[in-house]
């Protein structure tokens, strides 16, 4: 590892350890996102009326719905009697921030009722469909800061409730006044309005309420607000209630390990920081390394024993002759490399030039070229012979050290 590779990778840990204190130590800012999923803790979130309805619903059978209410209702749908009818009944119960239920559910459920069921919707908007249906429009007042909410039936509550966090001033602007009861009420700069009524389809019935940030974390967890929530729900009828919270559904799609790390924001801050030091490290690692240069041995010259052996086998034999003729043209020829002579005519002037650019004895030189005279006038030689010029030879190339 290099010292530029050292220094990034502290200064990447040292970062990572600051962002951490930091974070440690920072107030953790409150989320208001209006969520109104079960497993949310935020403000807005139902966890805690998840974890209370069996408390708001003693002695009632609950249900949760994980599949839309049109799946969910239809199995109950009896198709093999001539007269239509539900092998099941109860109350359908959703609360959301918005109408969210596709209009195919939206179909199911207004059958559902009209069999005898009920339904209790508690929602800032409605679809249009239900609008129609049911005969009632609703509008908003925006920038509403506070208001005070309170129910009709006085026996229930004779007091309003002050709501300031995630009010709307959404209301019914009309309604049948001759099947349609009122239950309840807000006051927004002293206008009394309609935010809670119950609406008879067929043999059944709708309970609409148009202020569902009642049952938020946020106000469930107050003492003063909790009662208005509590005598809200206890207009739904007693016996079989069918929940259908605003994640079961969608949350059911995707439980991805990585989409829980990211809806944390300390594991989502451990994950970017991973990647981010992931990208560091491929970069500075993307550069060239140099391989392992492997060691490869140098070829082995062959021709000097290739040499001995022919030389032994021409001695072994007695071919002395041969030999020294090889010698002797070794000999020339190592003098026309090294020394750039013309050994044509081993003369007194070849004898001369020789001497002087190899610094050789003139005596040494005299008798090594006598001695080739002699071999190639007689062309016969003895073992002494071959020795004896053998070794003027090797005297005239030898070199100094």
Do not use: C
């Not at 992931?278 to 993307?286: L, S």
């Amino acid at each position: 590892m290099n010292k530029t590779l050292k220094i990034y990778i502290g200064i990447l840990v040292a970062l990572m350890v600051l962002i951490v204190f930091v974070d440690a130590n920072r107030p953790k800012p409150i989320n208001w996102t209006p969520s109104f999923d079960v497993n949310s803790k935020i403000p807005f979130g139902l966890y805690v009326f998840n974890e209370e309805k069996d408390t708001y619903f003693k002695g009632d059978t609950i249900q949760t719905i994980q599949s839309t209410p049109y799946e969910f209702l239809d199995a109950f749908y009896d198709y093999d009697t001539l007269v239509d009818t539900y092998t099941t009944n109860g109350t359908f119960l959703a609360i959301d921030s918005d109408y969210t239920i596709d209009e195919t559910s939206t179909e199911e459920l207004l059958l559902f009722v009209s069999h005898g069921n009920d339904a209790f919707l508690s929602m800032n908007t409605f679809s249009t469909t239900l609008e129609d249906s049911l005969g009632f429009s609703y509008s908003n007042l925006y920038f509403q800061e506070q208001l005070e909410v309170s129910l009709a039936n006085p026996s229930l509550s004779k007091k309003s409730f002050e709501m300031k966090m995630g009010v709307n001033g959404y209301h019914f602007t009309s309604f049948d006044t001759l099947k349609t009861t009122v239950l309840g009420y807000q006051k927004i700069d002293k206008k009394t309005q309609v935010n809670f009524i119950k609406v008879p389809y067929g043999k059944g019935n709708f309970y609409l309420h148009l202020q569902p940030f009642a049952f938020t974390n946020y106000y469930l967890l107050k003492n003063k607000n909790v009662e208005y929530a509590e005598k809200v729900l206890s207009y739904i009828p007693k016996g079989n209630l069918f929940w259908y919270p605003n994640q079961q559904y969608k949350s059911g799609i995707s439980s991805s390990p990585l989409r829980f790390i990211l809806s944390q924001e300390g594991l989502r801050w451990a994950w970017y920081l991973f990647l981010i030091g992931m990208i560091i490290f491929m970069i500075f690692n993307a550069k060239r390394k140099q391989r392992i240069i492997p060691i490869i041995k140098p070829l082995t010259n062959t021709t000097v024993d290739f040499t001995k052996t022919i030389g032994n086998l021409y001695f072994q034999e007695g071919n002395h002759d041969t030999i020294m003729e090889k010698k002797i043209i070794y000999f020339l020829e190592k003098i026309r490399q090294d020394y750039l002579l013309d050994t044509q005519n081993l003369d007194d002037d070849f004898i001369k030039k020789l001497h002087q650019k190899s610094g050789k004895d003139i005596a040494l030189i005299e008798n090594v070229v006598m001695l080739i005279k002699r071999q190639r006038k007689t062309f016969k030689s003895t073992e002494a012979e071959l020795i004896e010029l053998n070794a003027v030879i090797e005297k005239v190339l030898e070199t100094k050290k």
